[in-house]
């Protein structure tokens, strides 16, 4: 008997290494495939897209997809976004190890891992009370205790740790929310899909400079809408 659980128990660890192993895999492919072959240069996104393991945030049915380039369903109307978004917004924000950010739209919690990977401090709203929680919990299973989730309305941002380095908004509203240009420090940079919900949307990259706020319109982009509480 004790040695039939010895190979039970050598058969589990072996599983589990070749299961990490394939996983590491996926990732490095999703990197090389989908990020690398399409400009993404940021050697620090690179490397915390490669190590966040994205089937962790996504629903189990989902799994099997988690590391394709598509968004995948999350629940409550919401999604996460595919890999190559994730990456293009983070890219913009040049992000440095002292930053610290803010991002509207917590999700499932895997952009803010990924903001985790590369800053000291992270704080992220989600509107949908029980988003929040799950990605909360999550978050803190995988030991990320840099990341800080909000339950709230994101469109009023988070005055009492602004300003902030930068911001990125995960949801589309019609317009770009004024307390969220106000939290921004200056020389710091927010990225944001704007547009109606029912229609292709506008990521912009907005700049602060001396005071003034620079627009570049980026790309078309598709992103579920910016919800606000009643």
């Known amino acids: 008997m004790k040695l039939l659980v010895l190979i039970g128990l050598i058969i589990a660890v072996e599983t589990h290494q070749f299961l990490v192993q394939d996983e590491q895999s996926l990732r490095n492919d999703m990197v090389r495939q989908q990020l690398e072959a399409r400009g993404i240069n940021h050697d620090a996104t690179l490397d915390a897209m490669r ?4 089937h962790l945030f996504v629903p189990p049915q989902y799994r099997a997809q988690a590391y394709a380039d598509s968004p995948l369903s999350i629940g409550h109307g919401q999604t996460i976004s595919q890999p190559y978004i994730v990456a293009y917004m983070t890219q913009l ?9 803010l991002e509207i739209g917590t999700g499932s919690g895997y952009q803010a891992a990924v903001l985790a990977e590369m800053v000291n401090e992270v704080y992220t709203i989600e509107i949908v009370k029980e988003l929040g929680q799950q990605a909360e919990k999550l978050l803190d299973s995988l030991g990320y205790a840099n990341v800080t989730v909000i339950i709230g309305d994101g469109y009023k941002g988070l005055e009492t740790k602004a300003p902030f380095d930068a911001i990125v908004v995960t949801a589309a509203p ?5 307390p969220l240009i106000k939290q921004l420090k200056d020389g710091g940079k927010m990225v944001i ?3 109606p919900p029912a229609a292709v949307q506008t990521l912009i990259l907005m700049e602060k400079q001396n005071g003034k706020v620079v627009e570049t319109k980026l790309t078309p982009v598709r992103f579920v809408p910016f919800t606000r509480s009643q």
């Open 51 to 54: 190590k966040v393991q994205r």
């Open 93 to 101: 924000l040049d992000l440095k190890p002292n930053h610290r950010v």
């Open 174 to 178: 019609d317009e770009i929310p004024p």
């Open 193 to 195: 899909p704007v547009g």
